[in-house]
């Protein structure tokens, strides 16, 4: 926008109304996209509004302006890129060049004094758009690598800790806004020390594995399970009152004690748990559940402490 300004007012002062317009339509379609953008936090259509309008400019600027047009073309193919996704860039940035060039072909010496300076052209733009390309491409992938790495956790491929923060915020959001029910779980694996001790930190990982696929495979397809850390598990319930959620938990136990297993036999799970009631945050919420695993430890393993039912449950 800064770059393109200055010539708006140099061509609108020397007469050259078309380029003047163009640059001006520019100017102002990138203020419009900026806000809006700004105002709702879609990036994506303002970034294809951009790219449709700057490859329309950067060629009705070139056949106005012939050779000296051509440059800004560069700048177009990396600008597309930084505005829109690899393959939409690709497209925008390949249907200018295939219209400059017909443009060029049908009307010699208006924009290429030979046709080899169009080739020249041609094969320099293909390969700034193909560098560019390979470019945006490889930061698209470490985006999504990266954007996995931060929310699942490595070893059992569930949400780790910070996605498990914002699905509990969003539960808050929906209890308050629409009166839904939801109950969390915390489940910690009994003795588990021990079987890292015995049998190394492999098949204390294999277990941990194994676990996830027990509590998956024993609760609903609604319900979401999260790695708090270590062999400390969350799993959130929807639409459930306190029998529910105790009855959802004592399911998840009898599963883990009747299915996984170490090499030295059952591994069992302790389950706290509370509904979110009047809880107003996360933190509340978890501190509850947590002090009922605790009772659940006490109790001698193996059993569910819900808040608010008498006594643990075996
Ligand atoms: N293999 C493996 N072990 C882990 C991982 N994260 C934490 N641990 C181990 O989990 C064990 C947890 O031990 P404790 O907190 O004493 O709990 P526990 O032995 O299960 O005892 P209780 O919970 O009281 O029944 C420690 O030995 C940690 O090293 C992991 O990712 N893989």
Redesign the pocket.
């Known amino acids: 926008m800064f770059g393109v300004t200055p010539y708006a007012v140099y061509r609108l002062h020397q007469g050259n109304w078309i380029v003047g317009f163009t640059d001006t339509f520019l100017v102002l379609g990138t203020s419009f996209a900026v806000f809006y953008a700004w105002r709702t936090g879609n990036t994506v259509r303002p970034g294809q509004f951009l790219a449709i309008i700057y490859s329309l400019g950067g060629f009705l600027v070139t056949i106005k302006l012939g050779i000296n047009g051509l440059f800004w073309l560069y700048c177009l193919v990396l600008f597309n890129f930084f505005v829109v996704p690899p393959l939409q860039s690709l497209i925008a940035t390949l249907t200018t060049l295939v219209a400059v060039c017909v443009y060029g072909w049908m009307r010699p010496q208006d924009i290429f004094e030979s046709h080899y300076q169009m080739m020249s052209f041609v094969v320099t733009y293909l390969m700034a758009s193909l560098f560019a390309f390979v470019f945006a491409y490889r930061g698209r992938v470490q985006r999504v690598q990266l954007a996995l790495l931060a929310t699942l956790d490595p ?1 059992t491929g569930i949400g780790n800790r910070r996605t498990m923060d914002e699905e509990l915020d969003i539960a808050i959001a929906d209890s308050q806004r629409y009166g839904m029910s939801f109950g969390l779980l915390v489940l ?10 015995r049998y ?9 594995v194994d676990f996830v696929r027990v509590i998956k495979s024993a609760s609903r397809a609604s319900d979401r399970v999260f790695r708090l ?4 598990f969350v799993l959130l319930v929807p639409k459930v009152d306190k029998a529910g959620l105790a009855g959802a938990a004592q399911h998840v136990q009898r599963s883990v004690a009747n299915q996984l297993r170490s090499p030295g036999g059952p591994v069992t799970v ?1 389950i706290g748990g509370c509904v979110l009631g009047d809880h107003e945050n996360r933190d509340d919420w978890l501190r509850d559940a947590d002090i009922c695993l605790y009772q659940a ?1 006490d109790a001698g ?1 193996n059993c569910t402490v819900i808040k608010g039912l008498d006594k643990p449950l075996a």
């Not at 190394?200 to 941990?208: A, P, T």
């Not at 850390?229 to 400390?232: I, N, R, V």
């Open positions: 070893l910690d694996l009994d003795h588990f020390k021990s079987v890292n001790d190394g930190h492999s098949v204390g990982d294999q277990v941990l850390g270590g062999e400390e302790s430890k393993r």
